[in-house]
């Protein structure tokens, strides 16, 4: 049976999808590391303390755990990117490219990663972006994507690593906190509905991006790592879309369960960073060669949302 190691575990996708692949192919079989102990969420369960920049100690956990699959979700993410600059293309990229070189080396059966919409930039067509486009990021975290897709497509190309990806939008959980991402004020909306009734956005409320929620997210990795080779015709990243959503129209979602519910705007350096990017997905091409479906509107997820955060 195949066993994973997930890099980057504590964080919002980590999270879960540790727990969904413990859940399919038992615990003993999805070794969970980052840089930090373990959250609640994740224990009891295998897990080791592991840097995505040391090579020799990742090489080291994998045959340890002889290791068949890496997920390597180990990221600076946007809106910390562009104050630690060099960290992040550190990370991104020289973490990413470790774990190409051990993929090839061992060999593994399989790496997943982990791109973003933050390759796209704004001379990308905002609506409905293709998934082949001009592509010309101006933000430290989206060119460490784009750079990490082109490495991905190149170990795919010439040493036949199999390395799958998808350009997630902003994603929106209940089990994490908000990590550091222009589109984690989603995230933090929620958790600010249920304990304040109120939330001061970073982004104006006609701000539009993809977004889409964790369970679909999970659902859509899953799938594609779990998909035939043979139909896999991307190995940069897919574009994977479901819902685009403003400030705005998450808070009239949260105030048919908080009709009190009031949100301001005061836009930061964030609100830059938000414009470069697309407004729409065309996730056509996955929907074609893999059968990706979405399953949550805004509505479905704001309950679900607020459910779990204890409404």
Known sequence: MEKFLIIGASGQLGTDLTLALRARYGEDHVIASDLNEPSGALQPGPFERLDVTRKDRLKAVVRKHQITRICNLASILSARAETEPKRAWDVNINGLLNVLDVAREEPLSQVFWPSSIAVFGPDTPPVRTPQTTIMNPKTVYGISKLAGERWCDYYHLTYGVDVR???????????????????????????????????????????????????????????????DAGRIRVRSSYNVAAISLSPGDIASSIR?????????????????????????????????????????????MTATMLDKLGL
């Open 165 to 227: 990806s998808l350009r997630y939008p902003g994603l929106i959980s209940y089990r994490t906190a908000p990590g550091g991402g222009t589109t984690d004020y989603a995230v933090d909306m929620y958790h600010q509905a249920v304990k304040n009734k109120s939330y001061v956005s970073y982004l104006s409320g006609d701000t539009l991006l993809p977004f889409m929620f964790i369970d679909d997210a999970v659902n859509a990795t899953i799938q594609l790592m779990n998909a």
């Open 256 to 300: 048919q369960h908080y009709p009190d519910f009031q949100i301001s705007c005061r836009p930061d350096y964030r609100q830059k960073i938000a414009g470069s990017w697309p407004r729409s997905i065309d996730d056509s091409p996955a929907r074609r060669d893999w059968g990706w479906q979405h399953q949550y509107n805004l509505d479905k």
